[in-house]
């Protein structure tokens, strides 16, 4: 049951119940809902990309217009967050967090919030777990510190019968438009009679045809950019690569010379690689190699739902513990532009994707890649891109249309590079941090499998 708890000199709502919104409906009406069924008479929203919406009842001290605790919770700490904190004798706090959604907002005595504390510390790999009882992450007073520091606004809770002022208002507007449009009913009704007509005589049928969609699979690219990497010297005459970035059409590396000072020139570079390099304004060499990665298309209707697809593509990364971004705002295939398409994501990694992982990519139908990049630091970003079906209308994956999703849980392989493998040393993926690495490393836990498994690898053409 929620109650108001005070930190510092501010009170606020915790103990709420959360639950999920519909990111392409309305999200009042929904959440207004969601509290009469459980007939609760204060809500708030809270989320953009995954809103979601916390419901109570105005009991022990709560009320509406007082800030709710959870979110500045979700937004201070990280992604993932287990912490619990008393507050008084009699009273503690307890939140629980997962990929910055707001699973528990607790509150209850000290021994209470201990027992759901010990029950779920243990079930995740938690970002941040703390609590007064034992947990190195803690230390007295922190809590309120930090919520003292940020100077962020909480959301505040709102009554479900606000708007039923606003309600009578749009009655006597709707009333009083209605009266107006009877008033020019006759001349309206003329003007359709004579659309009619005209659409009678007219003999043109116009057919909006939208194109399908062109999809970059994740296998076929990211073998095809391994191999081209593996076929580039890693060190080609005292050069050090200093950036990568894989794109369908070509691989693009930025060179700079290894510490301590190389013999080779510019040209030594180019001959190395075989390619010519260009040198940019802030004194840097990059070489473009070509690279061929053939997209496939995909016709709309097949596409998955942007919900379906998201949670497919989320459910896989959390099996395998990896962090992603998504964005909003593609165009529709073959729509005006400004419509609302897909989802862009990023995704870190610790290595190119193979085996398992690679194939639990590949399977989330309407994912295309757009590009894997190495910055230098002991990881690799894929970018990519969930297209889904433009509209209602064209989706038919709700009953079991294509659109396969994994559910094949992360496995274990050995490093299988060797002297003739993909990863052997002297080529550019074995000397990238992130990359195959040395002879003799520990293996992965995101590989499983041999290199190049799963598929012809696309042509790639080189000079």
């Given amino acids: 049951m929620a109650q108001a708890v005070r930190i510092g000199n501010k009170s606020y709502a915790v103990g709420l119940s959360w639950g999920p919104l519909d990111p392409e409906k309305s999200l ?63 009273i503690a706090v307890g939140f629980q967090i997962m990929n910055g959604l707001i699973y528990d907002d607790v509150a209850g005595s000290p021994d209470e919030i201990r027992n759901w504390f010990d029950g779920l510390v243990g079930e995740h790999k938690w970002d941040h777990a703390s609590s007064p009882w034992g947990t190195e992450n803690y230390r007295k007073g922190a809590f309120e510190e930090v919520l003292r520091d940020r100077k962020m606004k909480a959301p505040r809770l709102r009554s479900v019968h606000e708007g039923r002022g606003a309600a009578i208002k749009a009655g006597v507007l709707a009333l009083v438009a209605l009266s107006a449009f009877l008033s020019v009913s ?4 003329h003007r359709r009679e004579l659309a009619a007509r005209l659409a009678l005589l007219s003999r043109h049928v116009v057919r909006t045809v939208v194109p399908p969609a062109l999809i970059v699979p994740a296998g076929p690219f990211v073998r095809a950019c391994r191999t081209a990497l593996d ?4 060190a080609p005459a005292g050069w050090k690569a200093q950036t990568v970035s894989c794109l369908p ?19 030594d570079l180019e001959s190395a690689l075989g390619e010519k390099v260009h ?29 379906e697809g998201k949670k497919d593509l989320l459910s896989l990364l959390e099996r395998y513990a990896l962090r992603s971004v998504f964005s909003e705002g593609l165009s529709l295939p073959g729509g005006s532009g400004g419509a609302e398409s897909g989802s862009n994501f990023s995704i870190d990694l610790p290595d190119l994707p193979e085996g398992r992982l690679l194939a639990d990519l590949e399977a989330i ?12 630091q002991s990881r690799w970003i894929l970018k990519g891109e969930l297209k889904h079906a433009p509209l209602p209308a064209f989706h038919r994956n709700r009953n079991g249309a294509p659109g396969p999703r994994s559910s094949r849980p992360p496995g274990r ?31 992965d836990p995101h590989r499983d499998g041999k290199r190049g498994t799963g598929g012809s690898i696309p042509p790639v053409r080189f000079p």
């Fill in 231 to 234: 076929r580039i010297p890693a």
């Fill in 28 to 90: 009042r009406p929904q959440a207004l809902e969601k509290s009469k069924q459980s007939q609760n008479g204060l809500y708030v929203i809270y989320g953009v990309i995954e809103p979601h919406v916390g419901h109570c009842d105005a009991a022990n001290g709560v009320k509406a217009g007082m800030p709710v605790l959870a979110p500045m919770v979700a937004e201070i700490w990280p992604a993932n967050t287990l912490i619990a904190e008393t507050l008084g004798p009699d």
């Fill in 279 to 307: 040198i940019s304004d802030s004194g840097s060499v990059r070489s473009d190699l070509p690279l061929s990665v053939p997209s496939i298309r995909i016709p709309v209707d097949r596409l998955p739902d942007r919900a």
């Fill in 186 to 189: 006759k001349v309206v009704q």
């Fill in 249 to 267: 059409d070509r691989v693009r590396i930025v060179w700079k010379r290894e510490e301590g000072g190389g013999s080779g020139t510019i040209r």
């Fill in 413 to 443: 392989g050995a490093n299988t590079a060797g002297p003739d493998g993909l990863g052997r040393p002297g080529a550019l993926y074995g000397g990238i941090p992130g990359g195959s690495g040395p002879r003799g490393s520990a293996p």
């Fill in 365 to 376: 139908y309407g994912l295309s890649v757009d590009a894997l990049d190495w910055t230098g």
